[in-house]
């Protein structure tokens, strides 16, 4: 067991985060191998149908998402329902510009968000006037304080974390490196929990959790150098750039302090999770 100091004593209420089942989970796999390989091709055409990813909202309703490639988008991505404003999770849109594909981590996060989006009952079945009234994409506190957008990022964030941390246990060779990987876990909730300085390796990790810095065309040896030795973590020098998932996170503390305790208790269950696939090596 993680002996962390008891951060959520004083929580409201716990929260876990959301998980797809592993038959929506394939899909959504399937699908970003469908439109990484896209993304090469002409750009100038219309809009097209990827295909249908059928799931089922979080409160258990069946639904069917269409996923488009479409690119004359102006962003990477988006959920939406057609016709607009239906009741019915049949309804479901994504579209992606495959032009805006950094990484096939990036894809994969920004489908895996949208897809958030789609099982939110709130999005489809349980869509009100009054609940959407309070959403708005023009303005920051309405938009990353926002219930609708707080569900998608820190499960996103989550998903990426995990997913990181499994990409360097898998790589691990020595078993003095899974206590490096033990202790940046560590350092990573008492960052959220607390405010402590982040190390090297644990920046290295969120800096990954997106491939921020790593083209496809980056040789093995470099995208994977932090991950076999993590003790180089400490030679590295990114001078006061800040991974992208730190900010995108802590603007959800900004504009929502009272949801924020709801993130912490998400990430402190995800950190057992994590553990355990330290564990299991």
């Known amino acids: 067991m993680i002996r962390f100091v008891n951060i959520l004593t004083n929580l409201i209420s716990e929260a876990k985060r959301y998980k797809f089942s592993p038959e929506t989970l394939d899909k959504i796999n399937k699908m970003v191998d469908k439109l990484w390989s896209e993304r090469g091709k002409d750009l100038q055409r219309r809009k097209e149908l990827m295909g249908v990813i059928p799931v089922k909202t979080a409160n258990g309703v069946d639904g069917l998402v269409r996923v488009y490639v479409n690119p004359r988008l ?25 032009k805006y594909y950094e990484s096939k981590k990036n894809l994969y996060l920004t489908l895996y968000h949208e897809m958030l989006h789609a099982v939110d009952p709130t999005q489809s079945v349980h869509w009100s006037p009054r609940h959407m009234m309070t959403y708005d994409e023009k303005s920051d506190e309405n938009y990353w304080g926002h219930p609708v957008e707080f569900f998608a990022i820190s499960n996103e964030f989550l998903e990426g974390l995990v997913k990181e941390f499994a990409r360097r246990v898998k790589r691990t060779r020595k078993p003095e490196n899974l206590e490096f990987l033990n202790n940046s876990l560590k350092n990573i909730l008492n960052y959220f ?10 920046k290295d990790i969120l800096f990954r959790v997106n491939d921020e810095h790593v083209s496809e065309e980056t040789p093995k040896a470099l995208k994977n150098w932090t991950a076999d ?6 030679f590295m020098t990114r001078g006061e750039e800040e991974p992208y998932y730190l900010y995108y996170v802590q603007m959800i503390k900004k504009f929502n302090p009272e949801i924020w305790k709801k993130f912490l208790s998400m990430l402190y269950d995800t950190t057992f999770e994590i553990k355990d696939l330290i564990n299991k090596k």
Do not use: Q, W
């Open 74 to 98: 102006s962003y990477i991505g988006f959920m939406d329902l057609r016709p607009s404003k239906s009741l019915d999770p049949a309804d479901l849109v994504i579209e992606v510009n495959p």
């Open 193 to 202: 929990a607390k405010g402590e300085p982040l190390s090297p390796l644990s």
């Open 229 to 234: 030795m993590p003790h180089l973590a400490d």
